[in-house]
């Protein structure tokens, strides 16, 4: 009876079993996909949190602009003209000038003043006597040349006179042997009268071409004269010039930088006495990167722009080859005060670049080289004495002012990051732009527009950045 019991009892058990199975695998599988649409949700719930924590930056717009900016670049004042004089005529010196030294000033001699020989401005002087000898001895020989022109003139004359009288004897004797001639046809005179007339005629004719060879002979010396004349005439103009080269003289205006002569000295031709530095104008020597050059290129195109000049297709291609002429400022800072002089972009100084700085050597000239401007605490004043003029190896500063149709972007100064890169955010995001940067002197910055993507509107960033990835997250905030 317990037996029974017994195997009835496992028998519900395993009938138990076989139907709680699927319950619980069902159960099982249920659970799991709660579990797995639990994990389906989390990413949206992390999307939030990043959403939550996006990093918040401080943003100002981009402003267009055509108020132009001024080109600021370093140089050095060199000498515009410098003029050594050397000796074109060997002797001794007779006479240096008192002010013949380096440091002083020299005044150009007019053309008066040399041809009077004066010696107000005179430089040098070496011994003439020789030279003024062969100017003596060239003149009496071009004067002796002279008289025997002359002489010959009267030869020449002479003779055209006996030939006048030749051809006469020569027609009188002709007259005469043709009547001789009619007289023998008849038999009134003889052979021998007939003869003498034939002889006498003859004669005549014999005395005529003597007297039109003496006096073809005559002209041709008197052109060997009158060669030999303009022969010694050159002779005599060269003496008397290597004579007014004895004379030395300033040709410009200017200060004496190196003498190599001292009187009593003996110089040769060609050696060297003085170089002056001419003091009229001056130059400065500077050199501008290529990013600057294009900038005044593309202001002188601008400028020009519906001028004939623009239209003019030859100017364009020597656009390259030329600066544009624009007028610039020159300063120099001494004791707290500034001195400005007035300066135009002149030139290059050669063509290409410099081989080590990879700038282009330009120059400008200077045509006064006195100071326009004097400032003291940025306020003009004209009570300054001793201003110093623009003198050879100053170092000084350009202004080159740009105005005028000159597209540009004004960014402040705390948008720019290291590579000149910039931060723009946009719909949310960030992007990066490379910028070309054209002046810092002021708080906002002047970029180029169309040297990159950037363009007015576009609200850069001018928060500082931790991290930053292009198309990064970001909360924007205006500073303004």
Avoid at 77 to 105: F, H, M, Q, W, Y
Wanted: aromatic residues 4%; proline residues 5%.
């Amino acid at each position: 009876m317990s037996e029974f019991k017994n195997q009835k009892s496992g028998s519900f058990y395993k009938k138990l079993k076989h139907f709680l199975l699927p319950i619980i695998i069902l159960v099982a599988g249920g659970g799991s996909l709660v579990v797995l649409m639990a994990m389906k949700k989390e990413p949206e719930q992390s999307q939030k949190l990043l959403d939550q924590v996006a990093p918040l930056v401080l943003t100002q717009p981009v402003v267009s602009t055509d108020a132009g900016f001024t080109v600021t670049v370093d140089g050095t004042v060199v000498p515009s003209r410098e003029v050594k004089l050397a000796a074109e005529v060997a002797g001794r010196v007779l006479l240096t000038r008192d002010g013949c030294k380096v440091g002083n000033l020299v005044r150009k001699a007019t053309d008066q003043e040399q041809a009077a020989s004066g010696t107000e401005n005179l430089l040098i002087q070496i011994d003439p006597e020789n030279y003024e000898l062969e100017v003596k001895r060239l003149t009496q020989e071009h004067a002796q040349a002279q008289d025997v022109i002359d002489e010959l003139e009267v030869e020449i004359d002479n003779s055209k006179a006996m030939i006048d009288l030749a051809h006469e004897e020569v027609n009188l004797q002709k007259t005469h042997l043709n009547r001789v001639e009619k007289l023998r046809a008849r038999n009134v005179v003889s052979d021998t009268e007939y003869e003498e007339a034939k002889r006498s005629e003859l004669a005549a004719r014999n005395a005529l071409q003597k007297l039109t060879n003496e006096a073809d002979l005559l002209r041709s010396k008197r052109q060997r004269m009158m060669h030999a004349r303009d022969l010694v005439g050159v002779q005599l103009s060269r003496a008397s010039l290597d004579l007014s080269r004895t004379r030395i003289y300033s040709p410009i205006n200017g200060v004496i930088v190196e003498d190599s002569v001292e009187q009593d000295g003996y110089v040769k031709v060609g050696d060297p006495l003085v170089t002056i530095e001419d003091t009229s104008a001056v130059e400065v020597s500077i050199d501008l990167r290529m990013e600057e050059l294009s900038l005044l290129w593309q202001h002188a195109a601008q400028a020009a722009r519906g001028t004939r000049a623009a239209a003019n297709p030859s100017n364009r291609h020597d656009l390259g080859y030329q600066l544009p002429q624009l007028p610039v400022k020159v300063s120099y800072e001494l004791g707290g005060r500034k001195f400005v002089w007035d300066g135009e972009l002149s030139r290059f100084d050669g063509i290409g670049l410099d081989e080590k700085t990879r700038t282009v050597p330009c120059r400008i000239i200077v045509s006064d080289p006195r100071p326009s401007t004097i400032l003291v605490n940025g306020q003009p004043t004209s009570q300054i004495v001793g201003a110093p003029p623009l003198t050879r190896g100053m170092f000084v500063v350009i202004d080159i002012p740009l105005k005028g149709d000159v597209s540009l972007l004004q960014l402040p100064e705390m948008a720019i990051r290291p590579g000149n890169l910039v931060w723009v955010v946009r719909d949310g995001k960030l992007h990066s732009e490379t910028v070309r940067v054209v002046d810092m002197s002021g708080d906002q910055l002047l970029v180029e527009q169309g040297a990159s993507g950037l363009k007015p509107g576009d609200r850069v960033v001018v928060s500082p950045l931790s991290t930053a990835d292009e198309g990064m997250l970001v909360s924007e905030g205006d500073t303004e």
